[in-house]
Nanobody, 126 residues
């Protein structure tokens, strides 16, 4: 059983940066992936980035590749999303998520993540 608490959202001008954090709590924490997703009003949740918790391999949506960086601190059970060169189209509620312990290749699918943070608003102004 995992609980995820997010922080770090806010309002920023285009070209700026934000660092999002997601801290996990619980008796045990051993996901296969930790991921970031985002959802704008009227749109479906979309994949942003994921990291293999044990090995550290990272994966990114094409829309954020080269601008966003996902990282983790295993000792603190925390995953981060560094967002740089933000654009107005990045405006959304950002969610962190934890997968089960079992291996999968579909790190980009929200259905593979049973544990979710409550989300944090990122607003990018032009």
């Amino acid at each position: 059983q995992v609980q995820l608490v997010q922080s770090g959202g806010g309002l920023v001008q285009a070209g700026g940066s934000l660092r999002l954090s997601c801290a996990a709590s619980g008796r045990t924490f051993s996901p296969y992936y930790m991921g970031w997703f985002r959802q704008a009003p009227g749109k479906e949740r979309e994949f942003v980035a994921a990291i293999n918790w044990s090995r550290g391999n990272t994966y990114y949506a094409d829309s954020v590749k080269g601008r966003f960086t996902i990282s983790r601190d295993n000792a603190q059970n925390t995953v981060y999303l560094q967002t740089n060169m933000l654009k107005p189209e990045d405006t959304a509620v950002y969610f962190c998520a934890a997968s089960s312990q079992y291996s999968s290749s579909t790190y980009y699918s929200s259905s593979r993540y049973p544990y979710w943070g409550q989300g944090t608003q990122v607003t990018v102004s032009s």
